[in-house]
């Protein structure tokens, strides 16, 4: 989503805030611009639509300088990318300049009111009132501080907001309200950075040193930075003692790795991540799953009644294939649900329902509402994220972090095999718990999982395999993806992958579902990825696969080495090794991802930030 870094200090804020702002590209964005505080006290903004390296193209007689500004990558939300649209935008009177992560759902409302006190505006977008309710506070008698605070009071949403004052002892100002992407602040020596994500916040903590203290704003609360230091409020100005908490470098700092991209550097470290999901989580003496903290106790955990998986995008289809595992392993019933819907029905949920979330930052602003409405209404809760402190994990009686190391690349991968490898644990564990599973079985489970880490790495050894059936698929402009059980949400994640990064049209469904409307859809044109490994349902899908060949469909079809005899129905075959059914899914999801990055590289397309998309999906 969008990116917020601001600084207050002794140095040259220019090169501080527009690092930060490099740092944040990940997030996805369309536009981009940064506020200075210069040497006279006045506030100079440069914009640019694109790339943040636009900034210092457009600075071609030099930045402005000064030691405090704003900084900010927009994702368009109101009004299309331009120049006019970018952040910061400024007052009338150029005193004060505002940047905006989040939806202000009462601007209509709040911009008839300014337009008839007599504000002129400049753009299309909401976050220009932001801007106008400051200025009128301050024309009406309150301070900076105060009419910021005032202007958190009349705006209605989910938002992170902040502004800088004008003047020589200017100040940033910034708050949070409702669930919109957080403010993280760090500070340091007579200088302090805010950000919208830690990456932001790297500039200070490599001149400092290897850590930092930094503090993460809470819905309803403000934060005042000045050269004299940081002050946490309330939306009503009460001072607010906020425990900071020790970050690294290692947290925030992140790179290639050699590769051509991020997407594919968090591909190859799949292995790893799945070995750093199970670490601690799996007694390989006893081969038993042991999660000490799950939250619930072997007395609560009797009691369940059922189990609700939510999320939205790939935490979705990761959501669909932990509903398999959970009814297939701890004998509950299990639903799996798109967080964006599920908040907005009123479901069931009494004090026995246990509901897990799934959520790569654990910020996105759907996920949180849901939970937030599981808490209402007395629900267990448990959430699957990458991000320790992130709203999902405050939010949740407990917390299973992925563990995957920051992940760049918009389109999830790494991120995605780690929930993967969590459901497979908490259903494990479940049906431990309860008794569901034998012995022999939960360690015939453990067993399987403990070859995960290998069977990947094998996976992605050689991708020359991935390149060279990327030439043959290029140029379909149509894919259907096919599988069956927990594959289907696998087909669904495969076609998310290459729609996401190549733009390519591509629809992910049940295979036993293509005749009953889909199967219309078959011909010469129409390019199959069918997920046929060996398992309970293998008999199924390679029947489906006949009837889309029998009417002209080209097939690329995802098999278990060694099947010669369905390889020889289809056009072109990605082998996945051997392996025991609860991780199949897993290793299916990578040929997928390699096929769609090739395929998107074959497009020249832009694959660590396709357009359009962003990260942390923090407005609605």
Known sequence: MCGIVGYVGKQDAWPIIYEGLKR???????????A???????????????KVSGLDEAATTGHPQGSVG???TRWATHGRPSHDNAHPHIDCQQRIAVVHNGIVENYLELKQWLTGAGHVFYSETDTEVLTHLVEEGMEQGLSFQDAFRSMGGMVKGSQAISAVLQGEDSEICALRLGHAGGIVVAQADGQAIIGSDLPALLPLLQAESNTGQVGFLETGEMVVVTLDGVEYQ????????????????????????????????????????????MRERINFDTRRVDLPDFPLSTEEIAKLDRVMLIGCG???????????????????????????????RDPFIGPNTLVVSIGQSGETADTVAAMQMVKDKGGKLITICNSEGSQASRIADGSFYMRSGIEIGVASTKTFVASLTI???????????????????FQELVDGLAQLPRLMGELIADSSVYQQMAQEYATFDNFLFLGRGMNSPIASEGALKLKEISYIHAEGYPAGEMKH?????????????????????????????REVKARDGRVLAVLTEGDT??????????????????????????PLQMLAYHIALLRDRDVDQPRNLAKSVTVE
Do not use: C, W
Not at 24 to 34: P, Q
Not at 523 to 537: F, G, N, Q, Y
């Open 24 to 34: 944040l590209e990940y997030r996805g964005y369309d536009s981009a611009g940064i």
């Open 36 to 50: 200075i505080v210069d040497a006279q006290g006045d506030i100079q903004v440069r914009k640019t639509v694109g």
């Open 70 to 72: 704003l900084g900010h």
């Open 234 to 277: 309330d939306l009503d100005g009460n001072p607010i003692v906020k425990q900071p908490r020790l970050v690294t470098q290692e947290e925030v700092l992140v790179d290639k790795g050699g590769y051509q991209h991020f997407m594919l550097k968090e591909i190859m470290e799949q292995p790893q991540a799945v070995a750093s999901a």
């Open 314 to 344: 790939t935490s979705l289809n990761a959501a669909q294939v932990g509903r398999h595992l959970v009814e297939r392993y701890s004998g509950l019933p299990a639903e799996a649900e798109s967080a964006s819907e599920f908040r907005y």
């Open 423 to 441: 459901l497979n644990l908490l259903a494990i564990y479940l049906g431990q718990s309860r008794g569901t599973l034998e012995p022999a079985k």
């Open 517 to 545: 409307g889909p199967i219309a859809l078959i011909d010469s044109a129409m390019a199959i990825v069918a997920l046929a490994p060996k398992d309970t349902l293998y008999d199924k899908v390679a029947n489906n696969i």
């Open 565 to 590: 005899q369905l390889a020889a129905d289809v056009d072109h075959v990605l082998y996945i090794p051997e392996a025991p059914e609860h991780i199949i899914p897993l290793l299916t999801t990578v």
